[in-house]
């Protein structure tokens, strides 16, 4: 008795999922570039960095990016030295006219 085209599929798809799960897995499987984790892992750890999300407003936010190409940190080092130098000066007291324009992230 011949089998169904069906079956057939059926058998295939086991005996397709068979080899795949005893293949061999390469050498190289889930490896990065040789030198490049490293070095991203050793500029992170010397420094803590804890992500930060925040709402600005768009013409701000150009103006950020216009900065931080020229600048040798990118942006993160743009909003680093921004919002130092803002709790350095008058301790980062605001008005409270001025707390309501800013928008908490979720």
Request: aromatic fraction near 2%; glycine fraction near 8%; charge should be positive.
């Amino acid at each position: 008795m011949s089998m169904k085209k069906t079956d057939l599929e059926k058998h295939l798809a086991k005996k397709l999922d068979g080899k795949m799960k005893s293949g061999i897995v390469p050498q190289r499987f889930g490896q990065s570039p040789a030198g490049a984790r490293p070095e991203r892992k050793s500029r992170n750890s010397a420094v803590k960095l804890v992500p930060v999300a925040c709402r600005l407003p768009a013409e701000l936010v150009s103006r950020l990016r216009e900065r931080a190409v020229g600048h040798e940190g990118g942006m993160q080092a743009i909003m680093a030295q921004a919002v130092a130098l803002w709790l350095e000066s008058s301790a980062g007291a605001t008005p409270a006219s001025d707390a309501s324009q800013a928008t908490p992230s979720r």
